[in-house]
């Protein structure tokens, strides 16, 4: 048996029935049936958990976008990126030069790098380690 099973679409709608006929006045839905709701959405169309819970498609929708956010900012703080900055990328590119005089560089090596523009334009690279060309691509991109 699984730690979390999967939410019953019966189930939950019991839970909403249940609220709504215990509230008072207008209170909102807690949080938890908010919560089962969205995760009904795995597995049922989106149509039918709104008109099987009664609940608003706008209301819903913003709650499942909502979490899709949510995830994704967790996602994304998950992965680490070096920020660097344009006087730092001169001392690398500095003591490189030294260290190429001295030796060759491995040609099978690969980098990823991924550059950003204050314009938000992207460039994501897969290129052999040689500095030179990196400089000469980043310089080229950097300028617009």
């Given at each position: 048996?699984?730690?979390?099973?999967?939410?019953?679409?019966e189930?939950?709608?019991?839970?909403?029935?249940?609220?709504?006929?215990?509230?008072?006045?207008?209170?909102e839905?807690?949080?938890?049936?908010?919560?089962a709701?969205?995760?009904?959405?795995?597995?049922?169309?989106?149509?039918?958990?709104?008109?099987?819970l009664?609940?608003?498609?706008?209301?819903?929708?913003?709650?499942?976008?909502?979490?899709?956010e949510?995830?994704a900012?967790?996602?994304?703080?998950?992965?680490?990126?070096?920020?660097?900055?344009?006087?730092?990328?001169?001392?690398?590119?500095?003591?490189?030069?030294?260290?190429?005089?001295?030796?060759?560089?491995?040609?099978?090596?690969?980098?990823?790098?991924?550059?950003?523009?204050?314009?938000?334009?992207?460039?994501?690279?897969?290129?052999?380690?040689?500095?030179?060309?990196?400089?000469?691509?980043?310089?080229?991109?950097?300028?617009?």
């Amino acid at each position: 048996m699984s730690a979390n099973p999967k939410p019953d679409l019966e189930e939950v709608k019991s839970k909403f029935e249940s609220f709504r006929a215990e509230r008072k006045g207008k209170r909102e839905l807690p949080e938890d049936l908010w919560a089962a709701a969205v995760a009904l959405l795995e597995d049922y169309p989106f149509q039918v958990v709104w008109q099987q819970l009664r609940l608003k498609p706008t209301y819903l929708k913003r709650r499942a976008g909502l979490a899709k956010e949510e995830e994704a900012v967790r996602r994304e703080k998950s992965l680490q990126f070096l920020t660097l900055t344009n006087s730092q990328l001169t001392q690398i590119k500095q003591q490189s030069d030294k260290k190429l005089a001295a030796t060759t560089v491995n040609q099978g090596m690969q980098c990823r790098m991924v550059i950003e523009r204050g314009d938000g334009s992207r460039l994501q690279l897969n290129v052999a380690m040689d500095w030179v060309h990196i400089e000469a691509l980043c310089a080229s991109f950097l300028r617009g």
